[in-house]
């Protein structure tokens, strides 16, 4: 709900900071959003069941992600899309990387007494 009310306050002082609106770019935001969800409720999920993650790799990716997530709202506050799409490109290469090391997750076999 956050993100929803961040957008359209992004698109505001974006279009009053340089008068270069960037309500094409809008599409590219959600499609993000929604990205960063997904993986954080597979985050969520593996952890849960308990799968042979590695942690500290995707505590990594996360924090990246959080600080281009940042640098990207600030470029799109100032109208920049030149670093607003750098910016959107770096989050989706984190993305993509924490996809992978999720993909190669593996549950972890449970003992046989319990099964």
Do not use: W
């Not at 094409?24 to 990205?35: F, G, L, S």
């Amino acid at each position: 709900m956050k993100t929803l009310l961040l957008i359209p306050i992004l698109l505001l002082t974006g279009c009053m900071a340089l008068n270069k609106p960037l309500y094409d770019r809008q599409p590219e935001i959600v499609k993000v959003d929604a990205r960063m969800k997904t993986v954080n409720k597979q985050l969520g999920f593996l952890d849960m069941i308990g799968a042979d993650l590695d942690l500290v790799a995707a505590r990594r990716h996360i924090d990246l992600i959080g600080v281009f997530y940042s640098a990207f709202e600030v470029a799109f506050a100032d109208g920049d899309a030149e670093k607003f799409q750098s910016m959107i490109n770096r989050i989706n290469t984190q993305v993509d990387a924490l996809e992978d090391l999720i993909a190669e997750a593996k549950p972890i076999p449970l003992p046989k007494e319990i099964l």
